[in-house]
T-cell receptor, first 113, second 111 residues
Framework: KAGVTQTPRYLIKTRGQQVTLSCSPISGHRSVSWYQQTPGQGLQFLFE???????NKGNFPGRFSGRQFSNSRSEMNVSTLELGDSALYLC????????????FGPGTRLTVT | SQELEQSPQSLIVQEGKNLTINCTSS?????LYWYKQKYGEGLIFLMM?????EEKSHEKITAKLDEKKQQSSLHITASQPSHAGIYLCGAVRNTGNQFYFGTGTSLTVIP
């Protein structure tokens, strides 16, 4: 079974631009969660999508948004990038919503200059 | 402040030594999960603890949950370079079903 894949793996953007990250979950998994990891704040929950609906949302500004498609693939969008958005963005998939049994992708390293 | 505080923040040990990482919660725990992350990569699930006093082991890693103290410990016996990485504890909020993580402990094992 293929694992969780994230594209792209690395990304460099300029302040003010927007970015879209993609996550393909493990086949059969309907839940996709997104996390932001930074040295200062650690690993923080962004949001979770299950069956194309946002089920949970963390404490992030509205510039961070996401969606999930009918094939469970998910995208995360960050608009009007700020320097502080530089981070490793991880997605995790699971069979059920809010499940600890999450399988993580390798992450997308976003650098904002 | 973080709801899950881990200590120590970083650890450097000689290969073969034992070590312990602690995870303390500021709120009641309804289950505690341990993950390992290789630098710059995704997380790997290690084990889950649900009941007070529960102890689980996988190879040379043992985790315990002390519900009264709202604390969990992860103990590695006879550490190896393959144990190096960032160890994170995690929990699920009883409201909102959000998964959240501890501050992380960076482990370096010197051969």
């Amino acid at each position: 079974k293929a694992g969780v894949t994230q594209t792209p793996r690395y990304l460099i953007k300029t302040r003010g631009q927007q970015v879209t990250l993609s996550c393909s979950p493990i086949s059969g998994h309907r839940s996709v969660s997104w996390y932001q990891q930074t040295p200062g704040q650690g690993l923080q929950f962004l949001f979770e999508y299950f069956s194309e609906t946002q089920r949970n949302k963390g404490n992030f500004p509205g510039r961070f948004s996401g969606r999930q498609f009918s094939n469970s693939r998910s995208e995360m969008n960050v608009s009007t990038l700020e320097l502080g958005d530089s981070a490793l963005y991880l997605c995790a998939s699971s069979f059920r919503t809010a499940s600890y049994e999450q399988y993580f992708g390798p992450g997308t390293r976003l650098t904002v200059t | 402040s973080q709801e899950l505080e881990q200590s120590p923040q970083s650890l450097i040990v000689q290969e073969g030594k034992n070590l312990t990482i602690n995870c303390t919660s500021s709120k009641t725990l309804y289950g505690l999960y341990w993950y390992k992350q290789k630098y710059g990569e995704g997380l790997i699930f290690l084990m889950m603890l649900q009941k007070g006093g529960e102890e689980k082991s996988h190879e040379k890693i043992t985790a315990k949950l002390d519900e009264k103290k709202q604390q969990s410990s992860l103990h590695i016996t006879a550490s190896q370079p393959s144990h190096a990485g960032i160890y994170l504890c995690g929990a699920v909020r009883n409201t909102g079903n959000q998964f959240y993580f501890g501050t992380g402990t960076s482990l370096t094992v010197i051969p």
